[in-house]
Nanobody, 124 residues
Framework: QVQLVESGGGLAQPGGSLRLSCAASGFTFSRYGMSWARQAPGKGLEWVSGIYRDGSTTYYLDSVKGRFSISRDDAKNTVDLQMNNLRPEDTALYYC?????????????????WGKGTQVTVSS
């Protein structure tokens, strides 16, 4: 069965960095777009970044552009999110998600599998 397991979350200071990783299994990883989304306390789910199946196209939420970078390794079946210059407002539970197609849009209803999430807390 499809499994998505996130790791790499933790506590970071403002301006610091974290690297999230998602290990995928149970499907042909290279055929699908992948994304990261987050949910802050008391708020709804927010798409953060997506990457097409071949890695040629990436998209970012405006508030993370220039700070976050998404990448994938089809040999390892992983998708990573490098987060730099973190801000307190980045604090959230971060989820990895599998797209239902080769694309990776900002529409969360286009994702058919989700991980359980990894917590990111940005605080001094």
């Amino acid at each position: 069965q499809v499994q998505l397991v996130e790791s790499g979350g933790g506590l970071a200071q403002p301006g610091g960095s974290l690297r999230l990783s998602c290990a995928a299994s149970g499907f042909t990883f290279s055929r699908y777009g992948m994304s990261w989304a987050r949910q802050a306390p008391g708020k709804g789910l927010e798409w953060v970044s997506g990457i097409y199946r071949d890695g040629s196209t990436t998209y970012y939420l405006d508030s993370v552009k220039g700070r976050f970078s998404i990448s994938r390794d089809d040999a390892k079946n992983t998708v990573d999110l490098q987060m730099n210059n973190l801000r307190p407002e980045d604090t959230a539970l971060y989820y990895c998600a599998k797209s239902h197609s080769f694309q990776a849009s900002n529409r969360t209803y286009e994702y058919d599998y989700w991980g359980k999430g990894t917590q990111v807390t940005v605080s001094s």
